[in-house]
């Protein structure tokens, strides 16, 4: 029997599949003076705030991608609680690469601070969202015990990216740090489950 | 069995997921003088009309593909008019985030008014396209009566968004308001269907 | 049972549906001097040239999709050939946005006719492109014959297009004209069918 | 009974299919003095650079889909170093239209030599990241047998891409032609499997 949320899995795909892809739009081509090939590798060298973070939020929505995929597998029947937490969370997932943006372009500027709070910030929001769709979901699934085992280390996520949100006004690379250290968690715990 | 409208929703999801995903290209890294994290912040909220628009159409594009999906969940065959009837929509999906932009570059200026009528404008024909998929889809649906259900609240776009686009020159932020308020209107109807 | 072309399928889903999305990229926010509601209304009006080669390619990839899916209808199994025929015409569908900017760009200047050479000359490769991908596919269907009707009227396309091509030279407007004129009579006669 | 690895694939193939597309956007309009016909085709021609480097990425892109879609057939559990194994590939893959846009950019200047090499190194890196992923999915999978033979060409990858990268050093152009041999080969070895 095809399963009710099919639909709604296969349009959460696509936004997901997008949303990491234009993270490399970030990824720009240097304009430099004098061209070389010297000068090109300094230039390219010079651009990885952008490499930081555009590993660092591929790698997170990949995890909430994941996730999603752990949430719906459960999943039978939609709801109309169900359509709305998961278009919340997807919209923003899609503003994320605005984000990471943000943080390639301010890391090495004062305004450091700044960018890696609203980026830290939107993963608190991305957290509740999460939050949110997990309850929505728990009323449409038949296995509440896998959703739970699912979510178990992803519910970290909310005071730790409060954290991280908080270092980024005191030091916004320990901030990147912490985020980028949040999913190799994710990454390593999961394979365990 | 497979349903022969298949690669129809496939082929629709991927242009919604994809629309819906182009809208926060608009969003943009601000460039300021002096730079610092307090700058920053003030130059990211002087941004508000670009995050209010973002937010209409992503919530009226859900909601479009919501009702998409309620519309083709009873549709079984297809006919070369419901081809024809979805790419028409499609099309002018594909458009929102051209109009969404006019929106925020504009709201704050003398041609607001303008922006607002072509915003408001083009919801009134997608109202127009909407209807007639809605046409073309109760000929190959088993089960108009399901059809009848999901469009009920629906049907109020249109004379809904020729109001707005009325309202919008006289009161470019009303006629905002009023789209906003639409679709904060079907999510809470469609929370009861 | 699963149909081998499944994943052909949804790939190739996936880059109509982008390609058909990113032609809305071209549509741009006119930037102009003294902003008011009425300079807007004209500078968006001053744009037909882009909407007019948005409408053409969009209705073009439409129908080439349409196709697309009544060619892969009566597919059953894969082979390399049909792998890289299909491969073919996606990159040649892929590439209709970066076309269709050049007739938008190009249209109402001294370069028109390059232009519309270059756009009604890339048809005539995806026509070849497609009867490549239509004999390739014939080989791995159990339905001839439903294939033949498919294609019947789709083969104008590459005598029309060589006619549009050269007419691009003479009157670039009713080369344009030719193109548009193929997808509504494709469009019509496909409702009989 | 439906495959578990199913949005696996799902998400793969968007992330194919946008990365796919994507190359196209570096297909730009060409802007020059005296506009007519016969500058546009000349200032067309001279963007050469940007049409080979868009070919070459799309015919890698599209075999590394052909070879992913080879390998998961055979797939029917996942785990969790598949996801991450999988997700490494896309992450590259999403880059190559940077890579690719650094190349048509540089191929006529001086620093032809390092952008050739960043095009070449970054498919070394592929092509572990694709090892890994055959390793991932031999130990998901029910039949090794075919992925072995799916693989076999494919492994040729890693020693001539290291050969490319240290060619462009000392000829920029032979190391392109390099990649674009590797692919024709690939698609015509295919043919025969």
Redesign the interface.
């Known amino acids: 029997m095809e399963k009710d949320s099919y639909?709604?899995?296969?349009?959460s795909?696509?936004?997901?599949?997008?949303?990491?892809?234009?993270?490399?739009?970030d990824?720009?081509?240097p304009v430099f003076e004098t061209?070389?090939?010297?000068?090109?590798?300094e230039a390219?060298l010079k651009e990885w705030p952008s490499y930081l973070a555009f590993?660092a939020s591929?790698?997170s929505i990949?995890v909430m991608?994941?996730n999603h995929?752990g949430i719906f597998k459960s999943v039978r029947k939609t709801s109309?609680?169900l359509?709305?937490a998961n278009?919340f969370l997807?919209?923003l997932t899609?503003?994320t690469?605005?984000t990471t943006?943000?943080v390639a372009?301010?890391l090495r500027?004062?305004?450091?601070?700044?960018?890696m709070?609203?980026y830290a910030g939107s993963f608190i929001i991305i957290s509740i969202a999460y939050n949110w769709l997990w309850a929505a979901a728990t009323g449409c699934s038949h296995a509440t015990e896998h959703l739970n085992r699912v979510t178990r280390h992803y519910r970290l996520g909310l005071p730790i990216y409060c954290l991280a949100t908080a270092v980024a006004?005191l030091n916004p690379l320990l901030s990147l740090g912490i985020c980028i250290g949040l999913w190799i968690f994710w990454?390593v715990t999961?394979?365990?489950?």
């Open positions: 639909r709604l899995e296969a349009f795909d696509g936004v997901f599949s997008i949303a990491i892809t234009l993270l490399a739009l990824l720009r081509v061209v070389n090939s010297k000068n090109l590798f390219l590993t591929f790698m990949l991608w994941i995929h109309s609680e359509f709305f278009g997807l919209m899609v503003v690469p605005f943006a943000l372009r301010y500027t004062p305004a450091a601070s700044a960018a709070a609203v006004f990454a999961m394979r365990e489950a």
